[in-house]
């Protein structure tokens, strides 16, 4: 059971995912402090750094899917899949779970939330099933995704405008 759980740890790069949860904290604080609003409550900017998580969680398991064959004839035998510690299909269910609870979540956070949401689940399939192979388009989707989570974190601590207010959890 442990070594499953290292894997899918390993399949999700799971460190990368707790940085763009802490990425959205970041920005929820810059947001609401240069909006003049009071931070959400805690269990809203948890839930928005989950959103987070879960859609990264699910970029990196369908990459991993996506790359099976490249990474068994380059012999990367140090990803999940190709060593036979998490089959493709458990790797996409993950993918695909982790995405849709997400975008769920996300629901819940209010119109603008969701929308950031919706709109990079769908870039990060677009990344990996065609634009990483595009130069500036995938370099472009890569940069986006770093900087989507701060903008996401604002927008869950603003209302984002005329995006519709959060829900307050």
């Known amino acids: 059971m442990l070594a499953k759980l290292k894997a899918i740890w390993k399949l999700a790069r799971f460190e990368h995912a707790l940085m763009l949860g802490v990425a959205v904290i970041l920005g929820a604080v810059i947001g609401a402090k240069g909006a003049g609003v009071a931070l959400p409550g805690l269990g809203t900017m948890a839930l928005a ?8 969680v699910g970029a990196f398991a369908q990459n991993d899917v ?5 990474d068994r004839a380059n012999k990367r035998k140090g990803r999940p899949i190709v060593a036979g510690e998490v089959s493709a299909s458990e790797a996409n269910a993950i993918a695909w779970a982790s995405y849709v609870i997400g975008c769920a979540i996300a629901f819940f956070l209010g119109t603008g939330p ?7 689940t769908a870039l990060s399939v677009a990344y990996n099933y065609r634009l990483k192979d595009i130069a500036l388009a995938g370099n472009a989707c890569i940069a986006a995704s770093m ?4 903008v996401f974190g604002s927008v ?14």
């Open 114 to 120: 969701f929308a950031i949401a919706v709109l990079f």
């Open 147 to 150: 900087a989507i989570p701060f």
């Open 66 to 70: 996506v790359d099976e064959l490249a």
């Open 156 to 169: 869950v601590a603003t209302g984002g405008a005329a995006w519709g207010a959060p829900l307050a959890v």
């Open 49 to 56: 750094a989950l959103v987070s998580i879960l859609i990264e």
